[in-house]
């Protein structure tokens, strides 16, 4: 299926869902197509044809993006080179879920998650294991009659019960019919690990570092963006405000298509768009700020006079 068919479905899914989605992103490079908000859920999706066509800076921008903004990323794949990725399956690309439009639409529209995990060598699953043991006692199990019933070692077993292993699907099955119930557990998608930090994103820029440093003294935690139309997510001291800045220096032919992203995508996400720039005259859709002005701004307050003016 070609990208923008995928694009097609995943926003029909959306709306049908009950989210809340922005348009896509027209800014390229960028590292996600879609952002989606139902309720207090916020999901940024990038879909691609095949896996193997991720691109590991989209998944680190994805990444920063979804822990500044408490959301969570995926990508959204029909391939891995010339086969198929498999439906109810969770895979990995350089830290970031991808699964299959069907399984999104599952996942979205029915509540109902994957269950099997793509890794290296195999699928896996991973299992309940307080259920395990529990029908073990009720069966009179010894951890060595389970192992002698179902092939696989008391180390492993004593791994499954204690959750520190995960099974082949062929294992899981083969406890299940010798239990007599389901023991396998859905994959927490949304807990994706989002501890991949911006690192040192900007330091060649002057300006970009002056904004930064001016922004940290407001107390405003910020976190500097790549691969997004927007160059920082900073928040407020009170936590109440989140603002998508977008950096202008020097003439930039890409800023109207810039802006009307960041505004498009500020009301899906209810943040405020605002625009720094060092360049007298501008106009645009978006609160502007001078160079002059953010230098003279002492305290919080002061910097929402000028995004609410």
Not at 237 to 255: A, E, Q
Request: glycine content about 6%; overall charge positive.
């Amino acid at each position: 299926m070609e990208r923008t068919r995928i694009l097609d479905r995943v926003e029909s899914t959306f709306r049908n869902a009950g989210f809340e989605h922005s348009d896509r992103c027209c800014l390229q490079p960028c590292c996600f197509d879609l952002a989606a908000r139902r309720d207090e859920q916020l999901i940024f999706t990038k879909a691609y044809h095949s896996i193997s066509s991720v691109s590991e800076k989209d998944a680190k921008g994805l990444l920063n993006l979804s822990k500044a903004l408490r959301g969570f990323p995926l990508f959204i794949c029909e391939n891995s080179r010339s086969k198929p990725l498999e439906d109810d399956t969770v895979y990995s690309r350089y830290g970031v879920y991808a699964v299959t439009l069907e399984t999104f639409q599952n996942m979205m529209l029915h509540n109902v998650e994957p269950l099997v995990e793509a890794g290296p060598g195999g699928y896996y699953v991973r299992l309940d294991g307080e259920a395990i043991k529990r029908k073990r006692l009720e069966k009179e199990f010894s951890m060595g009659r389970m192992a002698e019933v179902t092939g696989v070692s008391r180390r492993t077993l004593y791994g499954y019960e204690k959750g520190l292993a995960k099974a082949s699907v062929a294992t899981a099955y083969k406890l299940e019919w010798v239990l007599g119930i389901p023991i396998v557990k859905p994959v927490n998608i949304h807990g994706t690990c989002l501890l991949a930090t911006a690192g040192r994103i900007i330091c060649e820029n002057r300006f970009l570092q002056f904004v930064l440093r001016k922004l940290k003294q407001l107390n405003f935690a910020v976190f500097p963006m790549r691969r997004t139309p927007f160059d920082f997510v900073a928040k407020c001291p009170d936590g109440n405000l989140t603002i998508l800045v977008v950096i202008h220096h020097g003439r930039m032919r890409d800023l109207e298509a810039r802006t009307e992203d960041v505004v498009n995508i500020s009301k899906v996400i209810g943040a405020q768009p605002i625009l720094i720039t060092n360049e007298e005259g501008l106009e645009g859709r978006v609160p502007i700020l001078y160079q002059r002005d953010l230098a003279e701004i002492s305290d919080p307050q002061q910097l929402f006079s000028y995004i609410n003016t």
